[in-house]
């Protein structure tokens, strides 16, 4: 997020691309490739043994499903600033900083598609030894779909504008590689 402060971009789409370009590399190493690699071969496909891949395999998405999306919900952010910053603001200052509390949790469209992507190519690396995780794609995906709209409907803050780079660079790009 830093890298993409330094850069100069023409509009918020662009921001966002870059922005999606960078969270997704960095998830897909850490959720797949790093996991992968760290199992010994000979251990990949043991279901009784905690530290075989498909354990680890099943947890991510388990995560995926349940962790990711309660986190948007409890939105632990928002509730302090809303029940502890803004009730102890001082009265005396601007107006402003008061609202500025209860505006809505900041969010950004690129990282929502780089859970989606990561998702989506968490199943299809290891669809040869987990195919099962086509089924729990399927349930991320529609806990995602009602976490999202709720957040959009009721707890985040209206996002700025953006044009369609993500997409573009979602489905011309990572969709393809996975």
């Avoid at 990282?111 to 987990?130: S, V």
């Avoid at 803050?157 to 990572?174: V, Y």
């Amino acid at each position: 997020v830093m890298i993409t402060q330094m850069e100069s971009h023409p509009s918020e789409g662009t921001r966002q691309a870059s922005l999606y370009l960078k969270f997704t590399a960095s998830i897909w190493v850490f959720t797949v490739i790093i996991t992968y690699h760290i199992i010994p071969f000979t251990k990949a496909l043991e279901d009784s043994s905690s530290d075989s891949l498909l354990p680890s395999v099943v947890w991510l998405f388990v995560f995926e499903i349940l962790v990711n999306p309660l986190i948007q919900i409890l939105d632990p952010i928002g509730n302090i600033q809303r029940h502890v910053l803004a009730p102890r603001s001082q009265q005396n200052n601007n107006n402003n900083q008061l609202l500025s509390y209860f505006q809505g949790t900041c969010y950004d469209l690129s990282e929502r598609y780089t859970n989606m992507t990561n998702i989506f190519f968490l199943a299809c690396y290891y669809a040869i030894i987990f195919p099962g995780g086509f089924l729990f794609a399927a349930m991320s995906f529609a806990v995602h779909y009602w976490t999202d709209k709720l957040c959009l409907l009721r707890i985040w803050q209206q996002a700025p504008e953006s044009q369609s780079q993500i997409t573009d660079l979602s489905r011309n790009w990572f969709f393809p590689i996975a």
